[in-house]
């Protein structure tokens, strides 16, 4: 039996319930919980974690139900390139990546676990050991369906002689008082009788322990089960508050301390040093759990796990070409979007422009960047994830680029291109990218970015990106073979060869079976069975791109806390090292390499895409198909893999991307956009 693990901070010290609330209860709702543990939490907004937990925790392991979760994780691997490369991966990755997913899921099918909470939290922390925002497993059921949060997000900074130390963000108060409202009252209430009311007199105190311990023990203890990045560094950087472009404006991100996708912590413990004080002082702040926008609501435990864990329409496949569903304007959601690191196109758009995504456990943050920190007055070109800015000096123009995604194809390629010859005829000759959190989204427009930045040269026409290859297992070969001969008629599917060329750059005819004769490889002492290699899928583009360049790729800085993945990272590595673009990452600390991204691949998907393809193609009855989740999950994989550039037969995916810096944060310019760009003009241009 595993114990029900906490969050990071219980590898430090055990759940701690030792905080008293001041919430009234009658006695019918003490009742109603003893009887029912959900019953105490339906209906509410705010929640303590300990309450969530009892409900969760309250329902067995169904042995039908684990082992069909297990049968469809396990199948649905077979499509994803990585998981002989992640038994064990190449360095710089060898102690950061070393999961034999196979032999864990056997472990999980025969354990037994206290209860289906206990199930979930095992085989998503498996998955999650990857460190592969591609691929993961999601239940709605638990994931993110509270998120816990404390109202004080952290920030590393640095002083004048270059010593690092953890900080509540100096904006802590600001943001949480905009986003929590009345709750505020409940943390307030909190501190001990010194302080109490004074929430907002935190903001900026150092933190010289978290628990009793080296604030870094934290760290590095979120660092081990946050999974997504492949890089240390990269971890890391996540658990402190950030910044990003989002598509309805600039959005705080408050970090994995401040903000958890489980309730697996009651409160934290902080010995902190207020500003402008010499005092060391001790505070414990409840963790509060608040029910996410997009579940369901619920009165009783049989309505929780009606209305929020079992599949729903979309968690499985369709058939694309049953009823309704024969044209791509009918193709339902993905329900894997609001897992998905960047706002997501419509169905639609999805199937006709591919996409490389992230996936993670919490959803993209909509809580605003407070106004102080926001830049000001953009420029044409500006919309939606598209921020452009000229800098004071009138020589260093910039794109905030928040997501590849988030707009419509054709939108975003033209918005990039007006933005970046309207900051040239300005008299913009350097360029910052800023790509703050940007978890991905069009292939294509990241290599648009590309070419039209550096121009028409070998690099970037008629292939801007990276060559590819998907995996081509017994079923991915039955599927290819069948959606070539009749059973896709109007090109629906990702194994359909009109959508790819060969690697010389020339499209593949209709009716070509191209996983015919798969590449034979052995890997961490496995067979496995790759696809010849792809080469441009982007090229000819929607509009003409300029035919000169834009910008000196010399004089171009990509900018980003480290957390660029997918597409973002397509884009920052042929700009990086086959053009010679400079890379700072932010905030980052000293003692480890920083990563200017991670979690490459070359296309992302999911169980339900596979699934429909599976569907589609009438092969939903073989042995080797999945069969259909009952539970409300989700699963992501990465479905092409891409080259590399300083080892062209390799993966990129396991070549290092050190950052050429790493930008100090202070007090004065940490998280404020404006402030870090104009330091990456004078410090890095």
Known sequence: MVALAGGFLSLLSPVSSAVQFAHAETNDALAARASDPCAGIGNQTWSSPADVRACFT?????????????????????FHTSVNYEKLAPAPFTLDVHEDLLADLARISSQKYASDFDLHIDLSRTLKRLNDGHCVYINYCYDSLFSSYLPTPLVLLTDKFGVQAVYIAPEAFTVASAEFGDEIKTWQNALPASLKGQLSSLSGAQVLAINGLDPWLAVDANAKISGSFQGLATRE?????????????????????????LPLTDSVKLTIQRVNSTK????????????GTTGLKFANSAEFRQNNCKAVSSTNGINYYDGSTTKRSTLP????????????????????????????????????????????DPLPGSSSVVQFHLLSDKKTGVLALGSFSGDTFENLLENLLTGLQNLKKQGATQLIVDVSNNGGGYICVAHWLHR???????????????????????????????????????????????????????????????????????????????????????QPFEFDPPAEALFDPKNVAVLGNGRCASSCSLFSITMAKEEGAKTVVYGGRNSVSQQYCGTVGGQSTDYSTIDSEIVTTGLKDHPLAPPDFTTNSVQGITWRLAFGVDKPNEPEEWQNHPADVNLHLTADIVNKPLAIWEQVAKQVL
């Open 58 to 78: 309250s329902f067995p392991v169904d042995a039908e139900e684990k082992a069909r979760i297990i049968e469809v994780v396990n199948k649905t691997l077979a």
């Open 237 to 261: 950087n996540g658990f402190f508050s950030s910044y990003n472009a989002g598509a309805s404006g600039w959005t705080y991100s408050l970090g994995q301390f401040a903000q958890q996708s």
């Open 280 to 291: 060391i002082e001790t505070v414990t702040l409840p963790y509060r759990s608040r029910f």
């Open 333 to 376: 959601i993905n329900p894997a979007n609001k897992f998905r690191q960047a706002p997501m196109p419509s169905p639609s758009e999805e199937r006709k422009h591919f996409l490389n995504v992230m996936l993670d456990l919490q959803p993209q943050t909509d809580v605003a960047l407070p106004p102080g920190l926001t830049p000001s």
């Open 452 to 538: 039209i930045i550096v121009g028409p040269k070998d690099t970037s026409d008629p292939q801007a990106g990276l060559d590819t290859e998907t995996r081509a297992g017994p079923l991915a070969q039955l599927i290819a073979k069948a959606a070539v001969s009749g059973k896709d008629p109007n090109g629906l599917l990702l194994y359909n060869s009109i959508s790819w060329s060969f690697a010389n750059n020339t499209y593949m005819p209709a009716g070509y079976d191209w996983l015919a004769e798969p590449v034979k490889k052995t890997i961490n002492g496995r067979q496995d069975a790759f696809s010849q290699r792809l080469g441009q899928e982007c």
